[in-house]
């Protein structure tokens, strides 16, 4: 029958196929149409030849078509069909309802009323046709039978809505509209996600008749709770069978949800601050049921584009985030609330999700995200003190929750950078503006987001190299440190953008010429960048450098043969820019000295431009006559202009970058061209340089310091010309000394004749020390403090300590102790002693500079370590390498403290205290080490009583630090508070102290002020934590019937409904109530 009416309805003319159809019965017809649908079969084009036979000029044809379109509703409602042929059905339908008479769709309008009334509609798909039969009722002119009355196709449609919207209309009291929207709310879990929208859209009309914060908490508790389920569903175990949303699905819903707020809210400002209201009481309260959310974050954001709110939600949001970085730092800190507070979720966290969530055509999320960045970094960022420094990376733990807000404002801008395209040129454009505009403050946390986004994509930001060539034309007003970071940081960009570079040599060339002398110091630093990362061909790889170079994931072929030519011209050409330099100030030449050293280890063939650049130099303040004394011309390095005298070559800066060089190349570069014949003649050149070097040595060993007019005579005071000049000459010639000194240390092979060259230096250099130190002290002036950088490398220096300590060791096993004890004793400090503050401030520089490499820091300490034994040794633990080391200093010193209390050496406990101390930080205080740890600090302070208060402080200290991370201390406070009690005695003399002794380390010389003020210091941080903790018990009461207003004692009463956080409170009052009963009668 199918195929029949088929066949038929592909006839140019439909009188066969009507006359076949008026043949059938209406069952036949809607029986066929069922089958046809439900398999999924032809039924999309068995409808249109239905209906092609079924024209509306007849009445027969009209009536058919009238009980196929209401079963086809019907056949839609009843969810058997696949989604395809459903939406197929849905849009032949929707074609045809033009075709029909008025009153035809006057009734069609009515069915559907009915049946939204009677509830009768399964999934509502069918009801995408009623705006499509009212808009066709719109279009019919004659008049319509509608009720008792006429009315026309327009009037019809208006009342057919009027009746269909009575609903909200409908006058209801605030309880009766609490009662519809808790109605409408509790469907959200029970309707599809895509359903969703359009409720919540009637749900914020119907708000403003009242209960809008039912509405807003409503919605969004609803979709944090979803985005709670789908993190845990996507993050959980792998084997679940179905995840209940899919992830881009969610994302768009909540967008289309945010969007319904937000519109909703620019129509009603009450909604906005209802919304602002709700989750300001929500970022206080933390752990509440009503916390902050990736969801409810992003529509806050969203909000932000509603100028009236936009202060005030980016102000509620940096809050949030500051209050959430201190109360983690507070967990952090004490084991005690840590035991009682549950997992916390982190604002932080929620926001980079956000960002994240973005991807999912969130553009109204996105402006919000990066005002947010930008102010948490302009808030946050490091600030500059009285004396000009700034606060880069300070140790103090209250700095901390404002460092980690700046770093979340710099990772929001980033990672929105990474996903967001369109707001690219924006982020790059403020950080540069922030960049130039802000020269004066510190700025650091933007050059370091600039150079993480520059690394990210230098071959995206061409399309925005303008504006980086735009802020290289201020690079002559910045402060050096900023021209230099900003240069390195966008060098990266230089290397895939020659017009870039070009605009760059531009700045510079004219920089080089500028009247201030910052601008010409800053197209030095420019300079010297670039001859660094332009290599030239032949140069050694950075395998082969002392130092690898890596700046960005874009690879640059630079050693192909055209890059290399180009390189290698246009590096000659700054060489040359940089040569006129040599003429000008002191500053701008020790710039060109220090830099120089690291460009030949980058670019090692530039090595005889360099070093002839060098060589011409120190020519010029170099004696050739070998028995002229002195061997430099130390009067050609001061410059006099009238009275005022300055520095005009800093000799010494240059001889250690010959220095340097020198020995890099020998190390380096000699041992790869061993028998090539070419090179000889370079090999010579660079013995002309040992040999000036030599010279200088033997001849300023043989000068003494009259021969530089620099005996204790001479006058060293800042207020004379000769005074300034003395002292400027003072320190160059100790400035050549220690360069001199590194240089024989290099080349002597541990030789007895070097060493003593070495040994002559070093007296050469103490004697003007102490002179300046000498003629400083008696002058009292602010020059008293003032000393110069020493010039020596750090690799010297770690192998001279290497050896000496070699020969201590050699020293204290071979000669007896008493013949030790019977000889002269040094001034100063004694080398146990020295030895002791070294390791203190190499502990405390690893740990604050170099935190990720401390597992190989302590690995090198391990003596016991054997190469073979790698492996095995690579899974030890952090805290089982710091417990090894702790046990030798524990050793230490419990040595000291067995010694009588004359012979205790107060400054080496102290010190062995705060060695004990940094690596105590090290110890994971969930492992058995800290118990022991803790134990055994206890244990010290329970047994030895030493009166020195400096000690006393510092063993305290360590005992609470340790304390505080195990358990509460209020115990510990109130036998500390007993002890103070009975040293110090009662306030009432009448009153018998019985005197308590649990801790010895308490004695008459301690107890006050050093352990009192300890104490409560300690007692104070406590009741901040108990404060803190009833405060958040107080959020979570906060809408319950109890009242909150009796404090602690209403809180114990509820303690089983509380659980631990209630019965802590009032574990945590009851000591300190009797510590500081024993503090306050205390005499």
């Not at 030449?589 to 830099?595: A, I, K, V």
């Not at 750090?794 to 013949?819: A, D, N, Q």
């Not at 600090?937 to 006393?952: G, P, Q, W």
Request: with cysteine; glycine share 4%.
């Amino acid at each position: 029958m199918d195929q029949k009416i088929l066949s038929l309805a592909a006839e140019k003319t439909a009188d066969k196929l009507q006359e076949f159809l008026q043949t059938l019965r209406e069952d036949d017809l809607t029986n066929l149409l069922q089958n046809q649908a439900v398999k999924g079969k032809v039924a999309g084009a068995l409808l249109r030849a239905i209906f092609k036979g079924s024209p509306c000029r007849e009445e027969a044809g009209t009536l058919r078509r009238r009980k196929i379109y209401t079963y086809c509703i019907q056949l839609v409602e009843s969810g058997d069909l696949q989604k395809e042929i459903a939406s197929e059905i849905i849009g032949l339908l929707m074609l045809e309802a033009h075709h029909f008479p008025g009153p035809l769709l006057v009734e069609l309008a009515n069915e559907f009323i009915s049946a939204v009334r009677e509830g009768s509609l399964v999934n509502g798909k069918s009801l995408e046709l009623l705006p499509i039969i009212l808009t066709a009722l719109a279009t019919k002119k004659e008049n319509l039978a509608y009720g008792k009355g006429v009315l026309s196709g327009e009037e019809c449609k208006k009342q057919l809505i009027n009746t269909l919207c009575s609903g909200r209309d409908v006058p209801l009291t605030a309880e009766e509209v609490e009662f519809v929207v808790e109605k409408a709310l509790s469907m959200f879990s029970k309707m599809n996600l895509q359903e969703i929208p359009p409720l919540v859209y009637q749900l914020l009309v119907l708000s403003s008749k009242g209960s809008r914060k039912s509405v807003l908490e409503g919605i969004i508790a609803f979709f944090s709770a979803l985005d709670k389920q789908h993190n845990e569903e996507q993050s959980g175990d792998e084997l679940l069978d179905v995840v209940t949303v899919p992830s881009g699905e969610l994302r768009h819903v909540e967008g289309t949800i945010i969007l319904h707020i937000v519109f909703a809210i620019k129509l009603d400002y009450e909604l906005g601050r209802e919304l602002l209201k709700h989750l300001k009481v929500a970022g206080q309260q933390g752990d509440s049921k009503n916390n902050l959310s990736p969801f409810s974050i992003a529509l806050l954001l969203s909000v932000t584009r509603i100028q009236r709110f936009q202060d005030q939600v980016l102000d509620l949001l940096k809050t949030s985030v500051v209050k959430n970085f201190k109360d983690l730092q507070l967990l952090q800190g004490s084991k005690f609330l840590q035991n009682l507070v549950p997992h916390r979720s982190y604002v932080s966290a929620m926001i980079l999700e956000v960002v994240k969530n973005s991807v999912h055509s969130w553009d109204h999320v996105t402006q919000g995200l990066v005002e947010l960045g930008f102010i948490l970094m302009d808030s946050y960022g490091p600030k500059k003190v009285l004396d000009g420094k700034t606060f880069e990376t300070s140790p103090s733990l209250s700095r901390m929750p404002n460092q980690h807000a700046c770093k979340l404002g710099a990772n929001i801008l980033l990672e929105t950078f990474k996903i967001r395209e369109m707001i690219r040129q924006e982020i790059l454009e403020q950080v540069l503006n922030r960049v130039v505009t802000r020269a004066s403050s510190p700025i650091s946390h933007f050059l370091d987001l600039l150079s993480n986004i520059v690394m990210y994509a230098p071959l995206v930001l061409q399309s925005c190299s303008s504006k980086v060539t735009e802020a290289f034309d201020y690079l002559s007003f910045l402060p050096l440190q900023t021209v230099q970071r900003l240069l390195k940081a966008v060098q990266p960009l230089l290397k895939v953008s020659m017009s870039m570079r070009d605009s760059l040599i531009l700045v510079l060339r004219k920089a080089m010429f500028a009247n201030q002398l910052d601008a010409r110091k800053s197209a030095v630093a420019g300079f010297l960048l670039l001859l660094k990362n332009f290599k030239v061909l032949g140069s050694l790889s950075s395998s082969q450098c002392s130092q690898s170079l890596s700046f960005s994931q874009v690879h640059v072929d630079v050693h192909s043969h055209y890059n290399s030519v180009a390189n290698e011209t246009f590096c000659l050409e700054i060489m040359d820019s940089l040569r006129r330099c040599l003429s000008q100030q002191a500053d701008v030449r020790l710039m060109l000295y220090e830099g120089f050293y690291d460009v030949l280890r980058r670019n090692s063939q530039l090595a005889n431009s360099i070093m002839q650049t060098l060589l011409s130099q120190l020519k010029q303040f170099y004696e050739p006559k070998p028995d002229l004394l002195p061997p430099l011309k130390l009067e050609a390095c001061i410059l006099t202009q009238g009275d005022k005298i300055s520095l005009q070559e800093p000799l010494d800066y240059l001889l250690c970058c010959i220095q340097h060089c020198l020995a890099w190349y020998k190390n380096t570069v000699i041992p790869l061209q061993q028998g090539e014949e070419e090179e000889e003649e370079q090999e010579a050149f660079y013995q002309d340089l040992d040999d000036i070097l030599e010279s200088i040595t033997n001849r300023m060993i043989k000068s003494e310091l009259e021969d530089f007019e620099l005996d204790k005579s001479a006058d060293f005071s800042q207020s004379t010309s000769i005074g300034i000049k003395n002292n400027i000459c003072a320190f160059l010639v100790m400035g050549v000394c220690e360069v001199l000194i590194e240089y024989n240390f290099s080349i002597s092979n541990f030789s007895k004749n070097k060493f003593e060259d070495i040994l002559s230096l070093f007296m050469c250099y103490k004697k003007l020390s102490d002179i300046l130190n000498e003629k400083a002290g008696k002058a009292k002036t602010k020059m008293a403090n003032k000393t110069n950088d020493s010039l020596l490398s750090m690799k010297f220096v770690s192998g001279l300590l290497t050896v000496l300590f070699r020969v201590l060791l050699w020293r204290y096993t071979s000669i007896p102790t008493s013949v030790e004890e019977s000889g002269k004793k040094e001034k100063g400090k004694s080398i146990s002693l020295l030895c002791l503050e070294g390791l203190q401030k190499i502990f405390s520089a690893v740990q604050q500079f170099y935190q990720p490499k401390i597992q190989q820091f302590l690995r090198a300490l391990d003596v016991t370590d054997k190469e073979g034994e790698e492996r095995e040794d690579a899974d030890v633990s952090v805290t089982q390498r710091t417990a090894f080391q702790i046990r030798q200093f524990q050793r230490s010193l419990l040595n000291l403290l067995s010694s009588q209390e004359e012979d205790f050496n107060s400054k080496e406990a102290l010190l062995l205290v705060t060695v004990l101390t940094s690596l105590s930080k090290l110890l994971e205080p969930s492992s058995p080490q800290f118990v022991q740890m803790l134990s055994w600090t206890s244990k010290i302070c329970k047994e030895n009583s030493r009166e020195d208060a400096l000690f006393c402080k510092s063993l305290m200290n360590l005992l609470f630090s340790l304390h505080v991370l195990y358990k509460s201390p209020v115990i510990l406070l109130r036998d500390l508070s007993q002890d103070i009690h009975g040293h110090l005695g009662d306030i009432d003399q009448d009153v018998e102290v019985e005197k308590t002794n649990h801790f010895a380390i308490v004695n008459l010389r301690t107890a006050a002020p050093t352990v009192c003020l300890l104490v409560l210091s300690q007692a104070e941080k406590v009741l901040e934590e108990v404060d803190w903790l009833i405060t958040k018990l107080k959020g979570q009461v906060s809408q319950e019937t109890i009242s909150v207003s009796p404090g602690v004692s209403e809180l114990w009463r509820n303690s089983k409904k509380y659980g631990k956080a209630g019965e802590a409170v009032w574990f945590s009052s009851d000591p300190p109530v009797l510590f500081f009963h024993f503090l306050c009668t205390s005499k």
